[in-house]
């Protein structure tokens, strides 16, 4: 297993916007275009690969000088329940760290809530609902160690 930043434009790139578009946004028909939003270029792509193949994908995002965003968690259907995901975002808090990240943030789906609790985010809102996709989703902090 590889923990690897990836490239826009790469194949393994274009194979983790497949794989986010068939999570997060096929079942709701939504166009192939919404899968990359306003933030895709300036944010870090980190994967998770064995050999040639995509098992986890996320995006670490700078928000301001000491404020990150933790986003596009998944992991390829095959692999889940294998303990990726916790990896995965173990290695987006130590990069958001390393670039001077003193807080967190991420939109956890409801389901995602204790995984992430058990890594250190903290609630910070009340179920709401992205527009995009009406799927509930709730705020989490992560604060940084001083």
């Not at 999570?23 to 300036?42: G, H, I, R, S, W």
């Amino acid at each position: 297993m590889n923990i690897v930043e990836i490239q826009i434009g790469s194949p393994l790139y274009e194979t983790a916007l497949e794989l986010r578009y068939s999570l997060f946004f096929k079942k709701y028909d939504l166009p192939k275009e919404v899968t990359a939003d306003d933030m895709e270029a300036e944010s870090a792509h980190i994967a998770i690969t064995e050999g040639d193949e995509l098992l986890a994908y996320g995006r670490l995002s700078r928000l301001n000088t000491d404020e990150y965003r933790i986003s596009q968690i998944v992991v390829a259907p095959c692999h889940q329940g294998r303990g990726i995901s916790k990896i995965l975002l173990d290695k987006l808090i130590s990069e958001a760290k390393a670039r001077g990240a003193r807080r967190i943030r991420l939109g956890a789906q409801e389901t995602a809530v204790e995984l992430y609790e058990s890594i250190g985010f903290k609630q910070v809102s009340e179920v709401y609902t992205v527009k995009l996709t009406g799927m509930p989703h709730i705020k989490m902090v992560y604060e940084v160690d001083t």
